[in-house]
């Protein structure tokens, strides 16, 4: 710390009446951490050219696939919006796909549960489902968990949070950490909260500033609607349904309950609903950061903005030729989810990762970003030396564990393979092993157990060490 910070934190709170020693000493000794913290953040933030972040803004979308948006190559436009030149100089252009362009793009990125608050919990704790306890949507987070938000908040930084609840409350320990914890029915309300907050915060202020937004995002149902666009209304219910489909499929629950035998042209329409989901979450975000640049334009916010976009987990799409929806799978449909993270000119590694990635890996890499140490608790991984090349660590290559609903199976994925480990159904009988070889089955349909004994013995070894380590040995 320079000397003149440390005169200004032997001086705070100078002013307060003296007959108050008490608030005196409360009021200066916080204005000291908070000032050591940002010195200590600033000293530590590894070399990068351009502008340094101070603001951190992670949206998690829950029930988004990687392999239905644009931005990882699918052959619907659902993440992509058109800009013009002017636009795009004015840098306007904050869609889905524009921004992972920017950015750095986890091409195999996994969620550690079927399921999203766990997942998230996941997420904001750097930990496992079966180490938070965390493996449904109901369940708290504990308050000996250190979460992402307060290991920031203890680095001085102000934190927000604008939740979309939809139909289940979250329960306690989510707000862990946050100064501001805003819960919405449904992700307008998240979003216009958050508009909210953005009109009246002053970015022109040196503290820094973490903004989490969740979305509820194309998960079950698929009942898309209307959103606006720079050329009036779009409705998203019909960009990628068939306008000549007759039939009666549509992506509500009441439909699905009825458990009706589908056609193929039923099923694209469902699908078509999912990817309207898709393109309204992604039209909603932009109306948000397009406001989020103007509003904040005179302090250059967005430029000193680290943008992390995060799936919580996938949906069910017809793998099988019958399951859609939200299921506990065991696969790439519903683990495998978009994660990139923008800050232009400050990247200089490679723009597309294969490397196998997870949520857990999320907060300890937002931490190392800042120069915040992780919590000894945390068993992901920084994943700066992939993305940074003035990151000069090395980064340990693992697989990707994951669990099913309340440990309905439990999975270990590498580049090639993918085991699952069925525990006995009812509790009594033998566990089953799966196999699959996702580089030449990626819909997973074949399981080549028997015939390859040697690399499920491999990946079990692996499984069983990951249960043992988390406290659920089998």
Same mark, same amino acid.
């Given at each position: 710390?320079?000397?003149?910070?440390? &005169?200004?934190?032997?001086?705070?709170?100078?002013?307060?009446?003296?007959?108050?020693?008490?608030?005196?000493?409360?009021?200066?000794?916080?204005?000291?951490?908070?000032?050591?913290?940002?010195?200590?953040?600033?000293?530590?933030?590894?070399?990068?050219?351009?502008?340094?972040?101070?603001? !951190?803004?992670?949206?998690?979308?829950?029930?988004?696939?990687?392999?239905?948006?644009?931005?990882?190559?699918?052959?619907?436009?659902?993440?992509?919006?058109?800009?013009?030149?002017?636009?795009?100089?004015?840098?306007?252009?904050?869609?889905?796909?524009?921004?992972?362009?920017?950015?750095?793009?986890?091409?195999?990125?996994?969620?550690?549960?079927?399921?999203?608050?766990?997942?998230?919990?996941?997420?904001?704790?750097?930990?496992?489902?079966?180490?938070?306890? +965390?493996?449904?949507?109901?369940?708290?987070?504990?308050?000996? $968990?250190?979460?992402?938000?307060?290991?920031?908040?203890?680095?001085?930084?102000?934190? /927000?949070?604008?939740?979309?609840?939809?139909?289940?409350?979250?329960?306690?320990?989510?707000?862990?950490?946050?100064?501001?914890?805003?819960?919405?029915?449904?992700? =307008?309300?998240?979003?216009?909260?958050?508009?909210?907050?953005?009109?009246? &915060?002053?970015?022109?202020?040196?503290?820094?500033?973490?903004?989490?937004?969740? !979305?509820?995002?194309?998960?079950?149902?698929?009942?898309?609607?209307?959103?606006?666009?720079?050329?009036?209304?779009?409705?998203?219910?019909?960009?990628?349904?068939?306008?000549?489909?007759?039939?009666?499929?549509?992506?509500?629950?009441?439909?699905?309950?009825?458990? %009706? @035998?589908?056609?193929?042209?039923?099923?694209?329409?469902? +699908?078509?609903?999912?990817?309207?989901?898709?393109?309204?979450?992604?039209?909603?975000?932009?109306?948000?950061?397009?406001?989020?640049?103007?509003?904040?334009?005179?302090?250059?916010?967005?430029?000193?903005? !680290?943008?992390?976009?995060?799936?919580?987990?996938?949906?069910?799409?017809?793998?099988?030729?019958?399951?859609?929806?939200?299921?506990?799978?065991?696969?790439?449909?519903?683990?495998?989810?978009?994660?990139?993270?923008?800050?232009?000119?400050?990247?200089?590694?490679?723009?597309?990762?294969?490397?196998? /990635?997870? !949520?857990?890996?999320?907060?300890?890499?937002?931490?190392?970003?800042?120069?915040?140490?992780?919590?000894?608790?945390?068993?992901?991984?920084?994943?700066?030396?992939?993305?940074?090349?003035? /990151?000069?660590?090395?980064?340990?290559?693992?697989?990707?564990?994951?669990?099913?609903?309340?440990?309905?199976?439990?999975?270990?994925?590498? %580049?090639?393979?993918?085991? /699952?480990?069925?525990? %006995?159904?009812?509790?009594?009988?033998?566990?089953?092993?799966?196999?699959?070889?996702?580089?030449?089955?990626?819909?997973?349909?074949?399981? +080549?157990?028997?015939?390859?004994?040697?690399?499920?013995?491999?990946? $079990?070894?692996?499984?069983? =060490?990951?249960?043992?380590? @988390?406290?659920?040995?089998?």
């Amino acid at each position: 710390m320079s000397a003149r910070a440390m &005169h200004e934190c032997g001086n705070a709170g100078a002013a307060v009446d003296s007959r108050r020693p008490l608030m005196a000493n409360a009021i200066r000794n916080r204005a000291c951490t908070w000032l050591l913290a940002v010195v200590l953040v600033a000293c530590s933030e590894p070399e990068r050219p351009g502008i340094p972040a101070r603001t !951190l803004m992670l949206v998690t979308v829950a029930g988004l696939r990687a392999d239905h948006t644009s931005a990882y190559l699918y052959a619907r436009p659902t993440t992509y919006v058109h800009f013009d030149g002017g636009q795009k100089q004015l840098g306007r252009a904050l869609a889905i796909d524009d921004l992972a362009a920017e950015g750095v793009l986890f091409a195999n990125a996994f969620a550690p549960s079927s399921r999203a608050r766990p997942s998230l919990a996941s997420l904001h704790t750097g930990r496992s489902p079966l180490a938070t306890g +965390v493996l449904d949507g109901g369940a708290p987070i504990a308050d000996t $968990e250190t979460t992402l938000a307060e290991a920031l908040a203890g680095a001085g930084f102000l934190t /927000v949070a604008f939740v979309a609840e939809e139909d289940r409350p979250l329960a306690a320990g989510w707000d862990q950490g946050f100064d501001v914890f805003h819960r919405a029915e449904d992700d =307008a309300g998240a979003l216009g909260a958050a508009v909210r907050f953005v009109s009246d &915060h002053d970015f022109g202020n040196q503290r820094p500033l973490f903004v989490w937004i969740h !979305l509820s995002g194309p998960s079950f149902p698929y009942e898309p609607g209307a959103v606006p666009g720079a050329g009036g209304t779009v409705d998203c219910a019909g960009l990628f349904t068939d306008p000549s489909y007759a039939g009666s499929a549509d992506g509500s629950a009441g439909f699905r309950a009825a458990t %009706p @035998t589908l056609d193929e042209a039923d099923r694209g329409h469902i +699908v078509g609903l999912y990817d309207g989901e898709v393109a309204m979450t992604n039209r909603m975000l932009l109306w948000f950061l397009d406001y989020f640049h103007w509003a904040t334009a005179p302090a250059g916010a967005w430029s000193s903005t !680290l943008f992390v976009l995060v799936g919580t987990n996938g949906e069910e799409l017809f793998r099988d030729g019958a399951t859609w929806g939200h299921t506990d799978s065991a696969h790439d449909s519903v683990l495998r989810v978009p994660l990139f993270m923008r800050h232009p000119d400050t990247l200089t590694g490679r723009r597309i990762l294969a490397e196998i /990635v997870d !949520l857990t890996d999320v907060m300890p890499t937002m931490l190392d970003w800042f120069g915040i140490p992780a919590p000894e608790s945390v068993t992901g991984r920084s994943l700066l030396p992939l993305m940074d090349s003035h /990151v000069e660590r090395p980064f340990e290559r693992r697989p990707a564990f994951s669990v099913q609903g309340d440990r309905a199976s439990f999975t270990v994925r590498t %580049p090639e393979w993918r085991l /699952v480990l069925l525990p %006995p159904a009812g509790g009594g009988g033998e566990e089953t092993i799966e196999l699959y070889h996702q580089r030449v089955d990626p819909h997973a349909l074949h399981d +080549v157990a028997t015939k390859n004994p040697a690399v499920v013995a491999e990946l $079990e070894d692996l499984l069983r =060490a990951w249960l043992a380590a @988390t406290g659920d040995p089998r």
